[in-house]
């Protein structure tokens, strides 16, 4: 046994985050955060006098921003947990649903956090390769008796399943859990929010950081059955009873009320998203149909570990992994216009000097 | 096995926190806050240029406040891991320093919450009775052979160990780590911080949310030796990486730095603590002597749950617990001048009408 580590800990695959350079003269399409700044409502409600309430602890249960999620999508408080990040609701629900007897299956190629959260609690897991083109097929998980994890749509690859192919997967077991990661749904993808009235064993996981342009306050959610809700709560005051502070309370719930700049902004981002793609395909690059704000590229001649770099010299940094499957890949950001301008431009230099 | 809930999220014991009464029209004494606001430097660093940052993801590394803590400190940012309360970072801890074959030891009189998460990480834990007069005895713990979590001030009785005391513990056994929680240090206990480069089993954990009078941004720290501080980090990895947003990260540095602030107000809580001492006695109170920003107090002839219920009917919030050793005894906040007038007043009022 090492001298002070836990072996539990020792078993850890901590994630690695997209880097944050410091320096501020670059153009930042490597995390998905969203171009443009929260709604200006947002903006308005940091105010003084709320600061000035800092001195006494916020509200354990986010009564506010909960109840103000609820109405967004016509269900009760009751159904809504807020965290500190949809991370965090996401490790409540690894917690609160696997464990002994019960492991959890998620895809190859996905958001890799799933695999750090099940090191974490000493989950069985069970891999499944996504097929051949990236697309996740759910017949493929029909059997598997644990909790299934699906991001819907997927990450890095943005492509997106049907509703019917989540419904499907649970109604083949009611008593398995399926958690669908909609982190990057309000891009185009079909919500299974409507389901979940009708499914008690749905739990469908979304974020502030991308559609609500509010990375930087750290609020995620799930919204689930009350009972699955509540054994998340369970796990929540185990482990940290105010884990969301009161600006992210105040500011996420006005934000979720400001559906108008919402609509806006992620029309925008899904506009310039089938631009790049257009622009891109004539470059060369082949991708997934991205739902997402992102897209997971790859060039026909050009390896992608080298397109990295060279953008990576031109402070462009975009998301390179060097893993099975995916290392002829990038993942590109959906930016602002501008920002898309500036990159479509140097990879358009980039890649006729590569091809004389 | 239940139909969705898994074997060890059944076992937990959820922490209960202090009732937060929704209407303002009330002395609120029951969760150890600060009667203050945060620094002035504070609000004004709460600007709208920070805000329209917010859809950009904080620093995974909280690398700003880090440092603002370690300059406060003497010491290196790689000796300082930020988290969201200190309850986070004391998650973090038990995580990656207990588990198979290396349980945890507290009081039996103590922070509820390490029971909590004892619980949510299924470790082992020896549970040492406080002494008669609630005095914690360090030789009670010196045989253990795991990790030993002490609150110094603790609560609620608000009694302070000598510095020497904390530094015997961690002699006696240098394979074993203490972790002191300081969370009420800063009102007259001695921090074990000045043993943290002389001894690397040592782990200090404080809060911004008493001293710092910012309950309400969830703001913890946990100091150590660099290889400690790593292993919480890799547990962070694991579990979230941005688990400290834009605001919390920003107004925390800012806080820090402003000691003069810091210090006026300490000060001015103790000198009430010290007054509300003085006149509680002559109402017929006893209490350990607190070294916090509470008093725990039985009264020589009424029980405490009926002057806790007399207080909530005037609504005055105390906090209040129906368990063993400690029933006899309300924690009371140590609030403004004001509030305090308001509670002692009406205790003088409700003593001398159930003395007659």
């Avoid at 997967?169 to 669908?180: C, G, K, S, W």
């Avoid at 060369?284 to 790859?298: E, L, M, R, V, W």
């Amino acid at each position: 046994m090492s001298r002070f580590l836990s072996p539990e800990a020792a078993r850890l695959a901590p994630y690695t985050p997209g880097e944050q350079p410091v320096d501020m003269q670059y153009v930042k399409l490597n995390t998905n955060e969203s171009p443009f700044p929260p709604s200006p409502r947002v903006l308005q409600d940091l105010s003084q006098e709320e600061a000035g309430r800092l001195n006494l602890y916020s509200d354990p249960a986010c009564g506010r921003l909960n109840r103000a999620i609820a109405a967004r999508y016509g269900l009760a408080p009751e159904n809504v947990i807020s965290g500190n990040g949809s991370d965090e609701v996401l490790a409540f629900a690894f917690r609160a649903l696997c464990g002994t007897g019960r492991g959890v299956a998620f895809a190859d190629i996905t958001y890799s956090f799933y695999r750090s959260q099940a090191a974490l609690f000493g989950l069985e897991e069970t891999i499944v390769p996504l097929r051949e083109d990236f697309s996740l097929n759910v017949d493929d998980y029909m059997d598997f008796p644990g909790t299934v994890v699906i991001a819907n749509p997927n990450a890095p690859t943005g492509m997106a399943l049907p509703r019917l192919d989540i419904q499907r997967l649970l109604e083949a077991n009611p008593d398995r859990v399926v958690m669908v990661d909609e982190a990057y749904v309000d891009f185009g993808g079909r919500s299974a929010l409507p389901l979940v009235e009708k499914y008690d064993n749905l739990l469908v996981v979304q974020t502030f950081s991308k559609s609500r342009s509010m990375a930087g306050l750290r609020i995620g959610f799930c919204i689930g059955s009350e009972k699955l809700i509540g054994y998340l709560n369970d796990v929540k005051f185990s482990f940290n009873s105010y884990t969301m502070n009161l600006p992210s309370q105040l500011l996420g719930a006005e934000a979720v009320r400001d559906d108008v700049y919402f609509k806006a902004i992620t029309a925008r981002i899904v506009a310039t998203r089938e631009r790049v793609k257009r622009e891109l395909r004539t470059l060369g690059f082949t991708f997934p149909d991205s739902k997402a704000n992102f897209i997971f590229a790859s060039h026909e001649t050009i390896p992608a570990q080298q397109i990295f770099q060279a953008l990576r010299e031109a402070d462009i940094y975009v998301r390179y992994w060097n893993k099975p499957r995916i290392s002829d890949s990038l993942r590109i950001t959906i930016g602002t216009e501008e920002e898309m301008d500036t990159l479509l431009a140097f990879l358009k230099d980039y890649v006729s000097k590569r091809r004389f």
